[in-house]
């Protein structure tokens, strides 16, 4: 509104004022001055108002990126370009979660206690740097069973560095990283990392266990990743890196145990046209130096056919290990698979999912690098019960026979545990 126009309103509705004041004509001037200031007043208040709305377009221009009419010098025919989010983006962008259980095992296995114990902890960590580069990490905190003992007493909890990898994301075609991994040569030992919660079961296949000899379960090196374009969804997994350490159950965190990469190749595809369906095969392909000073060629194979889907949750893997001494004329092949299914219940809102698993390891008697890992076979059957969207509880029973040992019985054992994240 222009001012003069605010000023003149006024003016004339203080008409009658002013004609009052005619008639009386000791003040008739003190109220023409009175007027006067008044109006100025206003027209300087409008004018402050005009000026704050002028202000809120150049505000709102200033929020944004000048087109490049502004870079030629034609800012008449610029249009302003609205900052993007990826650019209002704050990095490092750091998200946890976390994973914890608690477990009560009773078994008629000779050495071994019943009772109660705490499970693992384990913290996922998460930053996106840039919009290319990530990092993921993870933590976990294991109870000791040698806790306060020792000249140095042992603390309660083993904290482990599980994975540490930073990524640089080009395409979806094309990701390449570097840390320490849960080595991509099979489905399960890349799908369930630590934290119970995430899979079905309450325990792991033997031939996958944390800890546990026959597969390399951690590696530490560079990987590139992606994903090839087409209905089949082809992946593909290669890397580098350090193998093995002496002990063949750790990877080579400090260091290679030798001066020899290992290396793996890991396909699988999951098609468009049939949800959930999983299927791959990888190579892997190091040398061992075992604590002894002896040396041996590891060659590795597995496969897997996995319809990861809750009606029903289908799992089949298998894995030879071929060992054979450097210089050496023998090899060994030693195999491991497991088998399991499971279905979610469609009643009492499809919170119990029952599940069962066959698993069996063999390895040959001469086969040195295997030589404390025993043979195995075994069935699991359970039941899972989801309390929340965050935290179940699972039932568990297992008959388990290890097969090298004679005369050695079958393994009776019941297990409950509640899991949960957060």
């Known amino acids: 509104m222009n001012r003069r126009i605010v000023g003149i309103m006024i003016f004339i509705l203080g008409l009658p004022l002013i004609s009052h004041a005619q008639g009386a004509e000791t003040n008739d001037q003190e109220l023409i001055r009175e007027l006067l200031g008044r109006i100025e007043k206003l027209e300087t208040r409008v004018a402050e108002l005009e000026g704050g709305k002028a202000e809120q377009p150049a505000a709102a221009v200033a929020q944004t990126v000048p087109a490049r009419g502004v870079e030629q010098g034609n800012p008449q025919t610029a249009e302003p370009t609205p900052i993007s989010a990826e650019a209002q983006q704050v990095y490092p962008s750091l998200k946890l979660q976390g994973f914890s259980d608690l477990n009560f095992s009773a078994t008629d296995q000779r050495g071994v206690r019943s009772g109660f114990n705490e499970g693992q902890f384990a913290l996922h960590i998460s930053s996106a740097l840039s919009p290319k580069v990530n990092y993921f990490g993870e933590v976990s905190a294991t109870a000791r069973t040698d806790a306060g003992l020792g000249m140095q007493p042992a603390p309660g909890f083993n904290f482990e560095v ?45 031939m996958v266990q944390f800890g546990g000899q026959f597969l390399p379960v951690h590696f530490v090196g560079a990987l590139v990743e992606g994903v090839l374009p087409g209905g089949l969804n082809l992946n593909y997994n290669v890397g580098i890196g350090n193998g093995r350490s002496s002990v063949i159950s750790r990877g080579g965190d400090f260091g290679d145990i030798n001066n020899n990469r290992a290396w793996l190749i890991n396909l699988f595809s999951h098609p468009d046209q049939l949800y959930g369906l999983q299927v791959g095969a990888s190579v892997y392909h190091d040398k061992i130096t075992l604590a002894s000073g002896r040396d041996f060629r590891e060659w590795i194979t597995t496969g897997h056919i996995v319809l990861r889907r809750e009606d029903p949750e289908f799992i089949a893997e298998f894995a030879n290990v071929n060992h054979r001494e450097v210089n050496g004329t023998t090899s060994f092949n030693s195999q491991a698979f497991y088998v399991q299914i499971a279905y979610r219940l469609p ?15 063999h390895i040959p008697k001469g086969d040195f690098v295997f030589q ?41 054992g019941a297990f409950l545990q509640t899991s949960f994240t957060f």
């Open 162 to 206: 599980e994975r540490s990898i930073i990524r640089f994301d080009q395409s979806d075609y094309f990701k390449a990283s570097f840390g320490r991994y849960h080595t991509p040569i099979n489905w399960w030992n890349t799908a369930f990392h630590h934290g119970q919660w995430l899979q079905t079961t309450i325990s792991r296949p033997e």
């Open 347 to 361: 009643w009492l809102e499809r919170l119990w999912k029952p599940y069962y698993r066959f698993e069996y390891i």
């Open 372 to 412: 404390a890992i025993p043979e195995l076979a075994g069935s699991t059957v359970g039941l899972r019960y989801d309390i929340s969207s965050f935290a179940a509880i699972k039932a568990e029973y297992r008959y388990q026979h290890r097969l090298r040992l004679p005369g050695e019985p079958w393994i009776n």
